[in-house]
């Protein structure tokens, strides 16, 4: 870090021996954190290391059971939000928070709207989007303030999210996977502002998954691991075998395993699939213990693709051929019924039902099977989910914990296992491992692994080019809603898909 | 994440702590402490008037609530699958005025019966109809239904009561043994098919998901479509058999029969632990939710309050059971910030 004369100065953020207990777990043991003003501060750990336990301490969401904050050298007790938030500190999460039916301006001055003559409660309109012009002027967002939010596009709203958060002078600004949802193409304009406001001396807290953007953008990383500070580095000196190693506690083997070969029979048929606009005249067909990757940008049509071929958002028109023999597929009812299981990429929200348990999200799809006569078989059920719990190693201590206590990875694992009793014969992953792990993230693709030797079929949806191009036995690139480019396994790099999926003729 | 044994983990989250805790669970479980209120009111109430606890006082009280449980054993199906009807009270006395319109005229009591339950089933059916295709809250509808169901009732009564005393007696006035009224065993009845419904069954399990996680369901290939309408035919059943039951003992009906009795059986249901938003909930607390509607009304009119009083009482009854619902959510994270601020200081 002391290559960059622009971080010399007293720490903006102190935290020394952070101590958080939540029942049964030490969340946090002992964490010491500093933050130099002018240096992008990454936080790395697996799930359930501690990093947003020490974020959320920082900002208020909770305190901590002991330890000291120091915020500009002066010791803080932060006993609610209000607190970092008065000091200069922001924090932007992984979700929007928008409000997106108003224009920019409004949303950047939400609540700090500045106030015309006698302060009667009237919005001086005209203050406000002068500045609020200003400010996107000076972080090179070249948006109009009258545009309405609904209207941008995720980089551009996330944007205007860090616009939000510098409004009131920030300096200190805590990013939570802000790329998760932004395409690689877009990723460098926000890298852009980070890097302009790191000249003016703030400091960014960065916590993110992907690797390649923890060499691009950071300067040092404190590495957690099961709440205790592994230590911190500067990033030049640190290769990314070395990182790994010391976030999950020991050597690392392969990424990606090996995928047995796929059988000549074709489970499924797509014929001249075209949903709204979006998806445009997609063929292809799938055979018996094929892993059939599709990629391609945000907006390209793979998750519209993926829901039409499943009945979720059904096509508008082309045919589906199951095993030679033309269905219908309507509804994710009829879906299931002729073999065919959709996982989807909000395992949160449409994958489980947080506030059930393991075992009553197991029984979701799995009910009809499991009911003969309409009475359902619990004891059949309660077998099930328990070969599963073992066979997945799920982490819970019982088939009645909540699905909401699972972290990431086990979610998602429950969402495996919900569809594996229902034994597709193909089962489509939208974004598999997204927010996941690298723990969970191998386990994820052990599980596809066994899945293709059984004789599954897997079509995979993802936005992540190495994924994409390692784990499947064909790659198909989407671009506006049709299939532009397909390659073999292993056949190309990260940049030709990249290439493949913009449009060479575009490509800077 | 390493576990620490100096830790006391107060709630529920490790798998040993399941057996340890049941205990503590029924405790502080809102059904335990309904059942605690219920003997503390009537103890009170039978100090005050011994009269409370005459075997005659029982079986009033049993025989007044046994409708209450019937329509509110379908309304927790109801909400439970995330909808609501808060036009039971209205088609109750639509369909009761349609069963003693037509043994007035001569029809059998049982075809009578038959079509009178007929009705409020597909009077209940509307309700979900119209929500689920006009996309508007099922609240809404059945608002606007409570005027369609008393504007029929009063256009084929012409306002006027039909009586029918002596010719559907059965139901309503028989008491097995001499002592237990029939009319609360059927609500008994009622209860126990909703129990088994909810626990045993597919149906069951599926309103669960769909008050729970409608997309999540949707997607695992329930019809959550036709989950919330089957939940809304089995309240109209239990709306028509209440009709049948309730026509039985007063012996005659008038198109405000039953009006009133939604915001009892909500009462009942919210009361009982069911939050208003679905996806939870247990019969068990609904009928103890109907059994202190039922001695709260009765022992205000052992101690002579104003009925006036009695109706306030109710209304606030049922803002206490919220309150006492979200006290309870919120009950584990102030525990756990509490002890969290001891630490600090």
Redesign the interface.
Known sequence: MNQLNSTIGAPLVVMKGIVK???????L?QVDFELLPGEVHVLLGEN?A?KSTLIKVLSGA?????GEIFIYGEKV?IESPEVPLKKGLRFIYQELNLVPQIDIARNIFLGVEPLGIRKLGIINTSTLYKTASQLLERFNIQLDPHRIVSTLSVTQQKMVEIARALVTDARVIVLDEPTDVLESTSRNDLFKVINHLKKEGVGFIYISHRYAEVYELGDRVTILR??KNVGTFSIRDLTLETMIEKMIGGKIGKQYPSLPAPQEKIILRLENFYKGTVVQGVDFSLRKGELLGITGLMGAGKTELARAI?G?DPPTSGSLYIEDEKVMVR???E???HGIS?L?E?RK????????SLR?NY???N??R??PF???K?KKMNDEIDFYMKELTIKA??R??LAG?LSGGNQQKLVLA?WLGTHAKVIIFDEPTRGIDIIGRREVYRIMQELLAEGTSILMFTSDYAEAMEMSHRVMVMRRGKIVKEFPRSSASEDDILKAAIGVGEFR | ????PN?K???V??????KNNKYQLIFRSQWFLLLLAEFLIAIITGIVNPRFFTISNVINVLEQIAVLGIVSSGMTLLIISGEIDISVGANIGLSSCVMAIMIKSGIGVFPSFVTGIALAIFSSFLVGLTAHTFKAPSFITSLAFISVFQGIALAITKGSFQTIYGQAETIGMTRLGNVLPLSFVISLGAYLVVHFILA???????I??VG??P?????????VIKTKYYAFLFSGFFVGIGSMVLLSRIGAAQPSTGSGIELKAIGAVVIGGTPLSG??GRIIGTLLGVLLMGIISNALNMMRVNPYYQQVTFGLLIIASLAMSIFSSYKGHAR??KS??K??E
Do not use: W
Not at chain 1, 62 to 66: E, L, N, V
Not at chain 2, 13 to 18: A, H, M, N, Q, R
Not at chain 2, 200 to 206: A, L, M
């Open positions: 207990c939540f029942p049964g777990v030490i969340a043991n359930g501690g909770f305190p901590a059971d002991s007790v099961d709440g499943a979720v509804t994710p009812e879906a299931i019924r959709f989807t909000n929200t449409e994958g489980l039902i947080l506030d059930q009553n029984g979701l799809p009910i009809n499991l009911s309409g009475m359902v619990i201590p019982h009645f914990t206590q919900k | 994440m390493q576990t620490n830790v983990p107060p709630g989250g490790s798998g040993t702590l399941v045993y069954t597919k149906f069951g399990r599926r669960y998901s729970s996680n997309a999540a369901a949707y997607l695992s290939g329930i019809s996806g939870k756990s910030e969290t601020k630490a600090i």
